[in-house]
């Protein structure tokens, strides 16, 4: 095993200074910079190469977000025609008669959030759900920031840390520990409905405390406009408005079956849902604009660039600190040094072999490690070496290795697949209009407390 050296321990101070800029409200990206900057000067010694890292690193967080950020673009895009048309006026009608309660709203967009997650990973349930759902919450009286917390916590938390349906994560994690992909579901449905309702409860009230408050706004501003989009009854008849109403619905319904006849998940299914709602955009923008549709699509396709990038400037240079401690080493500084996996990997390594072998440490070490390698953002990169070690322990302790192969998993998974870490949760911060850090600092409290609830219960379950 490689030991820590400086590297490590300067990605770790970064790690705690970032996170402290966040917790105090203040801008990242000077500090993240920085951190690209001294990582690059220390590895290579060479002033030249670290400066020329800096514009790499963006590049690479750039590029590894791309998809993410050109769904988010369209979607608006598409949104914006809606708005403008009266469209999704009509669309939302239905649900309004339904979801009346700030409560309802919270649990219904939840719940139908989780599900759809568990069929086709939560990027492209936002894409389908958000757009529609977030008008009929609003004026059920759930503010923005309510909407993407559920949003969030039920898809990118509940629905993707166990993935029952598709397995990707509890296949990863098996085979690095060794067992029956089977094994680690199973182990892993306690856990993860235990992380489940504590965090959704205790993020329930705690969103009902800051609504009394008058501490939240109830329509996403984070872009700077807080002028809904004015509606233009003469661009449609009530006829084609009605049309519409009812054929976009059915089209993202389609992509739905599409997904489960061609068994689609994760970037395949967000394609197949950011062409529809391109199609959608070119449809709309022609028979409301008529003669002017060519300019006009133009026109909604620069609004929804405009506002994706202006939700994404200030996560991609924390992103580009971050990914140096994975996958984007070697492509922003050159080769690792001789033994290491990874600044996040030897980070997580390290703290397991630091630690007594019971099975109350072997739980929390777990945990640990899975939410360290969560800090990359992408969840599934560290859950292989949770699995390593959770074979490790299990084997040391005789006992508990599926039990704590899911704790690695889900602390890994509920970090970094979209709950903390600010660029992952930028999918559902961006269709409801708000602050991705402002989202991770609302999810703070909530996670942890499930967290640490979930350890406990795992200790017992072993």
Known sequence: MIGLSALHWIYVVFIVLIIGFMVRRRDTTLISILGIFLIAIVATGDLTASVSGVFKSFVFATTELLSTILIICIIVAMS?????????????????????????????IGILMMVISWFFWP??????????MLPVAIRAGLPALGVAMAMNLFGHGIALSGDFIIQGAPKLTADAAGIPVTDVVTASIPLVITMGIVTTVVAFFLLRRDMKRGNLEMVGTFDGEKEVETVDN???STGQKRFFAIFIPIAFVLDVVAMSVFKLSGGDATAIVGGTAIIILLLLSMFAHKNA??????????EGFQFGFKVFGPVIPIAAFFY????????????????SQGIVNDLGIALASVVPLTKEIAVITLTGVGAI??????????????????????????????TLTAMGQIAAIWVGGGTLVPWALIPAAAICNVSPFELARKNFVPVVVGLVVTTIVAMFLI
């Open 293 to 302: 549709g060519l300019e006009k699509t133009t026109s909604y396709l620069i």
């Open 234 to 236: 003469a661009l449609l």
């Open 123 to 132: 990027s492209p349930a936002v894409a389908l759900l958000g757009a529609v």
């Open 324 to 339: 140096l401690g994975d996958s984007g080493y070697l492509t922003i500084i050159g080769d690792l040094p001789a033994g």
């Open 373 to 402: 390698t969560g800090l990359d953002g992408s969840g599934f990169s560290g859950i292989t070496l949770a699995g390593s070690i959770a074979n490790l322990f299990g084997t040391a302790i005789e006992s508990g290795t599926a």
């Open 80 to 108: 914006k025609v809606l708005q403008k048309t009266g469209i999704n006026e009509v669309m939302v009608a239905p649900f309004t008669k339904i979801i009346k309660t700030p409560t309802l709203a919270y649990w219904t």
